[in-house]
């Protein structure tokens, strides 16, 4: 008898283990997820120069009064090239997304854009970390959702799919703009 | 075999000489602030490789938050503000030591309760196997006697 309840304590613990294993592969239970620090409350500045016009600073204060999305991406995260074109889809469905060049070479990253498309509506040059540490950044890709009052209200580690921002991001949106995004054959 | 010695030795050289490159050297205004770096670098975590501190890290993000507490240092920054401005934007979780409150109580305390767990069903074992009376008859006890008293 003792050895049976043995095999079934064995079944039930390779169950535990196939569950968690399954909710991390589809994103949740992440052991190196660090929770921001930033839900509810306002976002950080940004105040760098804009990639393509360094004689601009990007100002996180120059979006106020719409909901946006902070990307932050580098021509060195293969993770970002696999988001990008999903972002090209938001971009097109009117979602604003401001971007944060991290530690990145300026040419390479505009030539990344030139063959890939541009989503951001400006873009944020960051060599040296310094947005990325006010913003608590530890990787990329990673996206904040900042609403109109300028309240950071999502954030995800990761690159952004079409799940991601249905279960995620789409709500912190108006409803017109978020369901197109996702009914154009993007899932 | 000489040659192929000369090229390993001088392999292992540059190797060595590559690894020096990456650590960056700093200069300090006094022995203080060197020492305030030392530690802090210790005790903040390198977020990228998350077991190690910011002083063992080579990642990129590692090498830029160095270069931040340096700066910082460089301001007249304390230790304390320093490290409560990695806090407020990475969480505790950039603390190797972080305090003690509702949400790290089971970081903290967790192997306690284990350990008293563990201990509870180590007694209780023991307890019970002493508890058990063996259940031998009186003529298998002479039986044992007897036998035992031959020898």
């Known amino acids: 008898m003792a050895r049976y309840g043995l095999l079934i304590g064995f079944f039930i613990l390779m169950g535990v283990f196939a569950l968690v294993l399954d909710r991390m592969g589809s994103g949740e239970y992440n052991p190196r997820d660090i929770p921001t620090e930033f839900i ?10 804009e990639l393509y016009d360094p004689s601009k600073m990007v100002k996180a204060s120059d979006m106020q009064g719409q ?20 972002l090209n889809e938001l971009s097109k469905k009117g979602i604003p997304i401001v971007g944060l060049n991290w530690r990145d070479d300026a040419s390479e990253a505009k030539k990344m854009l030139d063959r890939m498309g541009n989503p951001f509506v400006k873009i944020g040059f960051d060599p040296d970390s310094s947005v990325a540490m006010d913003w608590g950044v530890y990787g990329a890709p990673e996206t904040f959702v900042i609403n109109a009052e300028g309240i950071v209200v999502a954030k995800h580690a990761g690159g952004i799919t079409p799940t991601v921002w249905l279960e995620k991001f789409a709500k912190h949106f108006q409803p017109a703009q978020s369901s197109t995004a996702i009914n154009n054959g993007t899932l | 075999m000489k040659a192929f010695k000369i090229v390993m030795i001088l392999t292992f050289l540059v190797s060595a000489f590559s690894l020096q490159a990456k650590i960056e050297t700093r200069e300090f205004a006094n022995a203080q602030m060197e020492e305030d770096y030392a530690s802090l670098v210790l005790e903040l975590r390198c977020l990228v490789c998350q077991n190690q501190s910011l002083s063992d890290s080579n990642a990129e993000l590692a090498v830029d938050m160095r270069t931040k507490v340096y700066k910082m240092l ?48 180590v007694f209780s074992f023991i307890r019970r196997q002493s508890n058990e009376k063996p259940d031998i008859g009186e003529q298998d006890q002479k039986k044992a006697h007897s036998l035992l008293d031959d020898k």
Not at chain 1, 67 to 86: A, D, I, M, Q, S
Not at chain 2, 74 to 97: N, P, Q
Request: glycine share 8%; proline share 8%; charged share 20%.
């Open chain 1, 40 to 49: 509810g409350k306002i976002a950080p500045g940004i105040n760098v120069p």
């Open chain 1, 67 to 86: 909901v946006w999305l902070f990307n932050v991406w580098g021509t060195w995260c293969p993770e970002c090239w696999r988001e990008h074109k999903f």
């Open chain 2, 74 to 121: 460089s301001e007249g920054k304390t230790k304390a503000e320093i490290a409560d401005f990695m806090v407020a934007r990475y969480g505790d979780f950039v603390l190797y030591r972080p305090p003690v409150k509702s949400s790290t109580f089971l970081l903290w305390f967790g192997p306690l309760i284990f350990i008293v767990i563990a201990a509870f069903i």
